[in-house]
């Protein structure tokens, strides 16, 4: 004889299911759990480390686990210190004006004057072959070429231009900034040209129609819808400058400094309390001016 199951037998595992299911926010809080535990690991615990060492004091024997204020007193009490900050701010500010102007154009170049799909990724995979090697070989590759004995010297020795090598194409502020536009600008390049990539080529042609220069429509229409691109790599630009320590130490030959490059020399003299100290000093200048560029332009509209 068949066993007849009432429903309030039946819907029992039903709601006993339901009444285990974990509510919406926690099942994302879960999902998000890798990925939080990976950054507080990797990211959030060293600089907690690093602001905690900056308070330690230190001699030639060892360091000291402490609580003090000297390493942060020294760093900001002195006139040095101050100079390779401002030396450090002129080199991002040049450094950020001239990626920008020559990523701006190249990437509007692909953008707009290349017209298969086809061609403009062959010809920015062209714009990314340098990165295939090290940024050591080829910020070194221009020795050759701006030495006393070098390319250019050369060149313009032998075409009869100047009587005697240029002595400041190397070892000199020209050469830290060459090559430290060469290094960072397709960091300009990418994000202006993935948001160039996304602007709605009927607003071009709506300006057009209305009567608007190619210039009128480049600066009202264009660059204001670039803006979020710029802006991302704007932060690129600018904190991979300001921790530059190895293009300033070779282009320049030891005659300039930068913030980054005094941490590396605190640390080869085993001081590093007073390395950390500089480190956290540098991570607010950095943090102040990426906020600066945040408040400036929303790039929430390119993520």
Known sequence: MATVLSSDAVGAPALAKRSFRLPAAVIAYLQAAPLLLILGFFFLLPILM???VSFWDYDFA???PDLLTMNYEETLGSWVTWKTYLN???YTAIVWVLTTFIGFWVAYFLAFHIRTATMQMILFLVCTVPF???NIIRMISWIPVLGRNGLVNSTLVNAGVIDQPI???LYSDFAVILAMVHLNTLFMVTPVFNTLMRI?????EAARDAGASGGQILWNVIIPLAKPGIAIGSIFVVTLVMADFST???????QSASVALMMKNQMSLLQYPAAAANAVVLLIVVLMMVAAILRVVDIRKEL
């Open 50 to 52: 690093i602001a905690v």
């Open 62 to 64: 060892g360091l000291y």
């Open 88 to 90: 450090t701010l002129r």
């Open 132 to 134: 295939l090697t090290s």
């Open 167 to 169: 002595e400041w194409l």
């Open 200 to 204: 709605d080529r009927s607003l071009i």
């Open 248 to 254: 300033v130490q070779v282009m320049s030959g030891g």
